[in-house]
Each structure stands twice: as structure tokens, then as C-alpha cells.
């Protein structure tokens, strides 16, 4: 059996890069802090239903993980369904710039619903994808270079979000009118996003072990349980995830009560675009080397303390400079989260079922997400927006302490550790 190299892992980079770097780009045209709430909004949508949509989205990625985790217990080929499950969105992407580029919806009065039954297909299938994209990473990367790898990946995430970000701004000033000049972002996306899915088929894996032996559904469902009730500094982490997850309804929060407070003109998206992934580059970059150096951990806190700070901006802005930096906030702590969090599922799963761990999180995380979602959406309807900013922020300070004093870095526990029932204690 030939054994995974450096020089392997690093070949997955280069593509990695590329891949990372169309879909930034084209999601530059389908953002949830900035395009989702404010296009709802110009649509028509209800104000509680476009600032939701952050946290809505959260909620439909979890829905599906834990039946995909299940279903993809035995895949023997993971590239070929890392592949499939893209097309998904592929074809959601597609639908949404056919529809919004050629229909003329602009005469239907319940034209937010048509796009808000699009993104809730959108989410769905970005939640079929994660567990066998996460499944995919782990076997074509190595563990010792996993934060570098992510790092380095999501900085081109957001060059490529850069880019996309200016191209976006031009796209909303043309003459192209509205919801068309949509449409065509959405075409965008869904060309972005093929060109990265094709990616795909130039990585090398990790060769199939000798002997297979194929996981039952009891087998899976006892897994779930034991990671459930055995792995501690797992719950512990789980926990300060709860607060954690007041950013989410808060990204949509900002752009709506900025856009009623200041008034910009829409196209400023591709400027909050812009600063967004400037900062989400560079922190991912840093992040990812800290998390391998300090454990992933350390770079978690930083996306905690990054949306901690966005609602301070957002409570005490003055004018759209300070508005300029909760979307550098907003930048840095989704910078910091995507390469911390999945280099977190990876330690703490070890050698068992990454899929099962990250459906567990996003699973469990769920009902919370609805809460601040309904919570924060009732604030909203009564224009108690200080209030919800408030609530927002400490639970993210609680979150904070949560973190830093019950959670111990899985890198560091693996190292003086004590194995009860397969876990670390």
C-alpha cells in the first residue's frame, strides 16, 4: 500500500488553492452577511425574515448532516462523492440565476418567497456536502500541516472573495436592473463554483486500507452515543459553541440595521465584500499557523473576540466608517472560525468517524441557532435593536469564558492524556 507524502499533501494544496479560490469568488455573489439579508430585504421580504438568513442558514446545513454522516459510513470512493454531492448546489446555483436573470419577477408581489425557497435548497445542499467534503480533507491531507492547509486555502478563499467583491460592486452600479443584475451574480456563482467542484478529480487520497469492514447503522448510531456521553472536553466544547452561535443572527443584523440607519445605497455590498474577505484572508492565513503551532483552540478565540467586537462597532457606530469596520470584524472572526473549527473536528475525532463529529456539532447546535433566530427576530419586530445587540454581545462574552476556561485544546490533552473508553480525558 503506497503511503500519503508530503509531497502528496502539497500537490493537494496547489489544487486546493485554486478550488478555494473560484469558490470565494463566486460566492462573493451570494454572501450571507451582506447579499442574502439585503436582497430578501429589497425584495420585499419581512425585516425579521432577511436578518434571520444567517442563522436560518446555519440551521439548514445541520438538517441533513447527521442522515449524510449515516449514509456515507461506507463510501469507498470519496472523490467521486465529494463530486456528486456538488453538483447538488451546482444545480440549486443554476436555478437561481435562470430564474432571476429571465423571469421578469419584478411584477410578482411574492417575489422574496421564490428566492427564499431557493436559499433554503441553497443551505440544504451545502449541509449534504460538508460531512463528505470534511470525510475528503481528512484523507488528503496530513495531520501535522492541517492548519497551513486551511490557512493558506481560505486566504484564497478571500483573494478570490476580493475580487469577486470589486466585480460585484461594478455588477450592482451597472445598468443591468434589479433583480436581474442578481441573476447574473448568481450565474456567476454557479460558474465559479463548477470550475472548483472540477478541481476535485486532480487530488490524491489516502490509499483504502487492506481490510474494509463496513460500518452498520447500529454501529453508527453507537459511535454517536459514545462520543455523546464519553468525550467531556467535547461537551465542554459544544457548550461555548451555544454562545457562540449569537454571531449568527447578528451577521444579518448588521447590514439591515445599518442600511435603516445610514441609508447606503445597496451597491455598497461590494465594499463591505471587499474589507470582509481582506480581513477574512489574512486572519485564516495567521490563524492557521497559530493553530499549529499553539493548538486550534487559541485560533478559535480570535473568531469569538472578532464578533464579540462587531457588536461593539454596531452599538456605538457613528457614521459608515465604523460601519466599514463590523464588516472587518465580521471578516476576521469568519477567517478565524473556518480553519479553527474544522482543524478542531479533526482533533478531537482522531482516528474515528470525522463525519459523525461534524454532524454532531452542527446538529446539536441547531435548536440554539432557532432560538437566537426567534429571540432576536421578536427584538427586531418592537425596533429594539440596542437590546438585541446587547443580548448578542454577552452571550458572545460568555462564550468567551466558556472557551478559554473549560475547553482544553485537543492537540495538548492527546499529549498528557488519559484514555478512557477510546476518548481523551
Known sequence: MTEFTLADHNHNLRYNIFHEFFWGFGVAFHTIYAIIPLFLRTLGAPENIAMSSPGLFSILIALPMLVIAALGRNIRNIKRAVILVHCVILAVSFIMGFTFTYFKLETFSSAWMVYFIYFL???????IIVPIW????????????????????????SLGGLIGGFALRALLSSSIPFPQNFG??????????????????????KPKPETYSNKTIKDFISELKQIIWGHKNFQKYLFSRIFYCASLPGMGLYAIYCQHKFNFDISEVGIFTILNVIASGTTSYVVGKMGDKWGHKSSMMVAYISHLLAVLLAIFAQDMNWVYGIFIAIGAGQGAFMPSAMNLVYDFAENRDTKSYMALIDSFLAPFVMIYIIGIGILIDQGAYMIAFYVLGSSLFIGILLLHFLVFDPQHVKQTSIHIDGFSS
Do not use: C, W
Open 184 to 205: 447574473v451574480g448568481f450565474f456567476i456563482l454557479f460558474g465559479s463554483l463548477s470550475i472548483g467542484t472540477l478541481l476535485f478529480i486532480f487530488y490524491r487520497t
Open 121 to 127: 435548497l441553497y443551505g440544504l445542499a451545502i449541509g
Open 134 to 157: 470534511a470525510e475528503f480533507l481528512n484523507k488528503a491531507t496530513l495531520r501535522s500541516e492541517r492548519g497551513q492547509f486551511f490557512g493558506i486555502g481560505f486566504a484564497f478563499n
